[in-house]
């Protein structure tokens, strides 16, 4: 529900049958042209913020930060991460608070066709290099 033109909020109630679990949750977002801030909590102890700033038409950086809070170590996460648009394709990359660092590439080769180049690197030990997928794209 837009509150005003650059302000919405909205929510929702959720169930998980398989599990027997319920929980609300409450979300907002604040955009002008040149950035994006988002804020959602939900009953289940889960909180996240995210923020998106557009430096350039070709170049994006963002933020955000997750907390769980009823889980028994209290998981915090905060990551950083970039949006590049080169001439014919497009790299995008992030690094967070938990020694993770990963880069996606993704190039238009023809009308529905893509090529993706993806790494992810933990720190200090190698998860996954060289990810490479065509998608076909109807």
């Not at 994006?60 to 997750?66: E, G, H, I, K, N």
């Amino acid at each position: 529900m837009s509150v005003t033109n650059h302000l919405s909020l909205g929510g929702e109630v959720f169930w998980n049958g398989q599990h027997r679990k319920s929980g609300v949750g409450y979300a907002a977002r604040y955009n002008t042209d040149k950035m994006v801030a988002t804020g959602q909590i939900a009953s289940t102890g889960m909180a996240l913020l995210s923020y998106v700033q557009k430096v350039s038409d070709k170049v994006s950086l963002a933020t955000d930060l997750m907390c769980n809070f009823n889980s028994m170590s209290r998981d915090v996460t905060a990551s950083f991460g970039y949006d590049y648009i080169l001439r014919q394709c497009r790299l995008r990359g992030k690094v967070d608070s938990n020694g993770v660092c990963a880069a996606f590439l993704e190039e238009r080769l023809n009308m529905g066709l893509n090529f993706i180049l993806s790494a992810e690197v933990r720190a200090l030990s190698f998860v996954h290099i060289g990810f490479i997928r065509l998608f076909i794209i109807l």
